[in-house]
């Protein structure tokens, strides 16, 4: 109930209901990347498939490079790097950067 539930709340955002079923897939195979990037390569396809045969085919088609990430995101060690310093910054600042660049471009789209 709770994953309709889920999926009905981000249905509206980008991404759909895709993004919250990919999280919820990597939280619940935590530990496990083979599973977790059959997971996002499965909802990827969908997702993508459902632009392509429903919306348009071109978006459809470019949402399939997600996919590419998924090497990338198999390198990932679980480690946090070496400098406390420098991560403590890094957090800070996509903890600021992130909701702020979201409301400058809200910001942008109701003044344009």
């Not at 790097?81 to 979201?102: A, C, E, M, Q, V």
């Amino acid at each position: 109930m709770l994953i309709v539930l889920n999926c009905l709340i981000s249905f509206p955002s980008d991404w759909s209901c895709i993004a919250a079923l990919c999280i919820m897939a990597f939280g619940t195979n935590r530990g496990k990347s083979k599973t977790q990037m059959c997971w996002m390569i499965f909802y990827t396809a969908l997702y993508a498939a459902v632009y392509f045969f429903a919306l348009d085919k071109t978006y459809g088609l470019f949402q399939m490079a997600v996919v590419l990430s998924v090497p990338v995101i198999g390198m990932y060690n679980g480690e946090r790097g070496r400098n406390t310093r420098i991560n403590r910054y890094i957090k800070w600042f996509f903890y600021i950067y992130y909701p702020l660049h979201l409301v400058i471009i809200g910001w942008l789209q109701a003044v344009r």
